[in-house]
């Protein structure tokens, strides 16, 4: 594989967004890094350095904004990009998200998978 190749992590527990995400992000040439929780989502941001990180915000074991402020915090991780990928779409939860340090806040019911796609080229420009 090469190094140049864009790494994604995407932090999210529902397999058919999983599935989803993953075809469509590996279909335009990203190499994509699961975690299902979490914890396993700061445990692998900090291993895999990926470019981008996608982060749910309802999730087992660590919710979003918990991971969202771990990351942030470390210095391994806080320059990576990272940007809330949910169905909470109020605004107080937009809010918080970019007072922790999210670049971006995206419901995920309002995007297509092309529309999330284009979304992760504009991220990583």
Same mark, same amino acid.
């Given at each position: 594989?090469?190094?140049?190749?864009?790494?994604?992590?995407?932090?999210?527990? #529902?397999?058919?967004?999983? /599935?989803?995400?993953?075809?469509? +992000?590996?279909?335009? !040439?990203? =190499?994509?890094?699961?975690? &299902?929780?979490?914890?396993?989502?700061?445990?692998?941001?900090?291993?895999?350095?990926?470019?981008?990180?996608?982060?749910?915000?309802?999730?087992?074991?660590?919710?979003?904004?918990?991971?969202?402020?771990?990351?942030?915090? #470390?210095?391994?991780?806080? /320059?990576?990009?990272?940007?809330? +990928?949910?169905?909470? !779409?109020? =605004?107080?939860?937009?809010? &918080?998200?970019?007072?922790?340090?999210?670049?971006?806040?995206?419901?995920?019911?309002?995007?297509?998978?092309?529309?999330?796609?284009?979304?992760?080229?504009?991220?990583?420009?």
């Amino acid at each position: 594989m090469p190094k140049d190749k864009v790494k994604i992590l995407l932090v999210e527990d #529902d397999e058919m967004l999983i /599935s989803m995400y993953k075809i469509k +992000l590996e279909s335009v !040439g990203y =190499e994509m890094v699961i975690a &299902k929780n979490g914890v396993d989502g700061v445990k692998l941001a900090k291993e895999e350095k990926p470019d981008l990180v996608m982060l749910d915000v309802i999730l087992p074991q660590l919710d979003g904004f918990s991971v969202l402020e771990a990351l942030k915090k #470390d210095k391994a991780t806080k /320059s990576i990009p990272i940007v809330m +990928l949910t169905n909470l !779409g109020t =605004e107080e939860d937009k809010q &918080k998200g970019k007072a922790l340090g999210a670049k971006d806040y995206l419901v995920k019911a309002n995007l297509t998978p092309t529309q999330f796609s284009d979304k992760v080229k504009e991220y990583l420009k």
